[in-house]
């Protein structure tokens, strides 16, 4: 980025940022001014996003996401870097299987808990700890419209992505009046997370979303700036639906 626009005075933790939806929701958090920690799995990575968005307001931690000495260092780092949290995005999960449910490995079923639900939680105490509870601000926990209905094929995701949305109005309702909590319940964005969705059928897929497109990281970065932003301050404990409009194909008719 070769012009940024002056400091806004926040900070925000966005986990799984790397690339993809989390990249995403940087792109737009930066490009307001806000300063930012990403994190992710792959050193590598996080530092060539690092570059991208602007090392002079962005650094990198990482770790995988559910576990607890990452978090808090990730916490713990941000406070050091930038003196302040205002802003969490928990972004960060995983879907490894692909198959019915009456299959579902049980471990697996954990696994996709423990990193997509419980690690958010574990942010979410965190950054309440370290900042939140005493100055405020706002967390978007990124569900999926998998959440919302039945989803074949991948029910553990979709199971976890509605233990999300349940977290977002339980956390909403004990962190307030202090801390905003929102979920944004996205459809297929075009990442490599949900690549399997719809490469070599791109155009296939697209075609049933009333918008006639599927998602990109950005039009999820906008709904999360939103709701990280004063035009929100009335907002919280709501599921943002981002779907291109593919849930209006489930009327009559």
Not at 59 to 68: C, E, N, Y
Not at 98 to 119: H, I, Y
Not at 200 to 229: C, K, N, Q, W
């Amino acid at each position: 980025m070769t012009t940024l626009p002056e400091l806004s005075g926040k900070v925000a933790l966005i986990t799984g940022a790397s690339r993809g939806i989390g990249y995403g929701v940087a792109e737009a958090l930066v490009a307001r001014g806000d300063r930012v920690c990403i994190t992710g799995r792959n050193e590598d990575a996080l530092k060539e996003a690092v570059e991208a968005l602007g090392a002079d307001r962005v650094i990198g931690v990482a770790g995988k996401a559910h576990d607890l000495a990452h978090q808090a260092t990730a916490v713990e780092r941000t406070m050091e870097a930038f003196g302040r949290v205002d802003y969490l995005v928990n972004n960060a999960g995983t879907n490894p299987v692909f198959g019915p449910m009456a299959d579902l490995d049980l471990d697996v079923a954990r696994k996709v808990f423990e990193t997509n639900v419980v690690s958010a939680l574990g942010f979410a105490q965190l950054t309440w700890k370290a900042w939140q509870s005493e100055n405020g601000g706002a967390i978007v926990n990124i569900a999926s419209v998998a959440g919302l209905a039945p989803s074949p094929f991948i029910g553990a995701y979709g199971m976890s992505k509605a233990a999300m949305i349940n977290l977002t109005v339980q956390l909403a309702h004990e962190f307030a009046p202090k801390v905003r909590v929102n979920a944004i319940a996205p459809a297929v964005v075009k990442t490599k997370f949900a690549q399997a969705l719809y490469e070599g059928r791109e155009a296939e897929a697209a075609a049933s979303y009333p918008l006639g497109r599927l998602g990109v990281p950005s039009d999820i970065g906008g709904a999360a700036a939103f709701l990280t932003s004063s035009q929100s301050d009335w907002i919280t404990g709501q599921t943002l639906v981002v779907d291109g409009g593919i849930f209006l194909n489930a009327g009559v008719g």
